[in-house]
């Protein structure tokens, strides 16, 4: 007799690494209200946080303008200033740091390993921007994961690796001629830990349902998990931290109830 699923929360189930993880991005990331000194003094404090950070994360890479704004008094086309941002990166360029006088982010896009990993590597950088910024609160600490399975094999056989309540409307029976072109779910959850966004779907050849990604030339599942707590606390590396280890507890546990124990195994994970 199979035992039934618990549901996604109250979940704090042991991480199994996956060899063959199909994540597209993982995020960690504090914010705070914008302050004036390190408004006003931001190229000199980036440049140090670079500096403190650069046996990790050595290359400094050009933020591009993605916008123009039109002068309806002139006719002019012209570009707006952009806030002040920075951008450090790992030499593969799996992990990248985004530095802006309101919040600091880690990002992986690649060779993910685990959550203990990457809680250490943004425990550094928190340690860091603590000492050098000098931030007195934090207002937003999020965690985010980001799947997708395009392959043909995994695709096709996603009855076997995820859970039916994330399978959507591709458990409906359809009749011979009629095909489902997509369909995506966007739900919010929310309690005392934090809220938890989650969305999941099949989105067509060269769809999306975040513009800052890459598209495939297949049809793709996404399962999109963004943990998140926006209570304002006094600045500390170790409450960050722990709210950190809350949140990204809060999405993996989520993640373990959307997927079958054939998922883990798949993808190269051993229990």
């Not at 000194?37 to 993605?66: H, K």
């Not at 390993?113 to 603590?130: K, L, Q």
Request: glycine share 6%; charged share 20%; with cysteine.
């Amino acid at each position: 007799m199979s035992t039934p699923n618990p549901g996604p929360f109250g979940l704090d189930p042991i991480e199994v690494p996956l060899d063959r993880a199909p994540l597209l991005r993982v995020l960690c990331q504090v914010a705070w209200p914008e302050q004036t000194l390190l408004s006003a003094a931001f190229n000199q404090i980036a440049d140090e946080i670079g500096v403190a950070l650069a046996d990790a994360y050595p290359t400094r890479d050009a933020i591009p303008m993605m916008s123009v704004e039109f002068d309806a008094l002139t006719g002019q086309v012209r570009t707006p200033a952009s806030p002040p941002s920075r951008q450090w990166s790992s030499l593969d360029q799996y992990w990248r740091v985004y530095f802006t006088p309101q919040f600091v982010t880690l990002e992986n896009r690649g060779h993910y390993t685990s959550r203990t990993d990457m809680t250490a590597r943004f425990r550094r950088i928190v340690e860091v921007v603590s000492k050098l910024a000098q931030v007195p609160a934090y207002q937003r600490v999020g965690w985010r994961y980001v799947n997708r399975i395009s392959e043909a094999a995994e695709y096709d056989a996603l009855g076997e690796l995820v859970e039916d309540s994330v399978r959507g409307a591709q458990v409906i029976a359809l009749p011979s001629g009629t095909s489902m072109h997509h369909s995506m779910t966007d739900s919010l959850f929310r309690s005392e830990a934090g809220s938890l966004g989650a969305k999941w779907g099949f989105l067509p050849p060269g769809g999306l349902h975040d513009s800052t990604l890459e598209t495939v030339p297949t049809s793709s599942w996404v399962l999109d998990l963004d943990a998140y707590d926006d209570t304002r606390s006094p600045f500390s590396v170790e409450s960050v931290m722990n709210k950190v280890g809350e949140l990204s507890s809060m999405a993996y546990g989520f993640f373990r109830w959307a997927v079958k124990p054939e998922f883990i195994t798949r993808f190269g994970g051993h229990e």
